[in-house]
C-alpha cells in the first residue's frame, strides 16, 4: 500500500537535523509523498530546500500563517510574496499554505485578516489550491471563501462545527484529518461524515500527540498507515481500499502525478 501525508511542517526547527531519519522513516512505512507547509519566511526557504533536495517526495506548500502575524513585519511580507511569486511554475511548489484565522489570537486579529486576505489573493492569482487553519474561524472563513476565485480549498484539521462539514464538502473543499482519527470521538466522526472522496490523511507534524499509539513519539510521515487504520474502520471499509482513494485524492488536490 502506498500513503501520504498531506500536510506536515518538515521545515520547522523540532525537525532539525532529523529531516533524513524523517523520510526514511517515511519510505520505510510506505509513505511516497508529502506536502510540508510554511508558516513564515524562514520555514518557506526551508520547505523549498527541502523540495528541491527530494524531488517527487517532498512537496511544498508555502505561505504565512497566523501564528507568525503577529511579529510579521512589512519587509518580511513582502518578502515572502515575492519568494511566492517567483515559485509560479515550480512542479514542487502545489499549495498556498498554512494560511487562515484562529481565534485564540483577537489582539492581531484585523492583521490575520490582512495577511490571509493576501494569501488568498495570492492561490487566485497562482492557481493553486488554499490549505487552510481555521481554529475558531471555521465559519467566518467558509463564509470568506466564496468571495474568491480558489481553484482548490483543503480545511485542515477540521474539527467544529459538525454543521458547517455539508456546506464545505458540497462545495467541494477537501478536509485532513490525522493520528487524532485514531482516538477522538469528534475526529472520528468527521471522517465518518466527510465522504472519502473529500478526504486526506495528515500528521501536521511536529505536533505531538499524546495518546497510545502515539504518546512520546515524535510525530512522523510513519504514523499515516496508522491513521488509515482508522479512517477503515469508521468508515468500515478495506484499508486498501481507503488508502488507494487517498493517494488519487491527494494526486487530484494537489495536481501532481505520483509514480
Ligand atoms: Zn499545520
Known sequence: MKFVDAHIHLSDEEYAGVVGDVLAE??????????????????????????????????????IHPWTVKGLEEDELNRVLQLISEQRGDRAFVAVGEIGLDSKYPEIWDKQVRVFDLMLRLAEKLGLPAVIHSRGTTEQIVDMLPSYNLKKVLLHWFSNPISILGKAVERGYYITEGPLATYSSGIRDVVKRVPLTNLLTETDGPVRFFKKPFEGKRTTPAFIPTVVDAFAEVKNMNVEEVADQILRNFQDFFGVKLD
Open 26 to 63: 517515511a519510505k520505510n512505512s510506505g509513505v511516497v509523498a508529502l506536502v510540508s507547509n510554511s508558516m513564515d519566511l524562514k520555514t518557506c526557504q526551508g520547505t523549498l530546500e527541502l523540495a528541491k533536495r527530494d524531488p517527487g517526495m517532498v512537496y511544498a506548500a508555502l505561505g
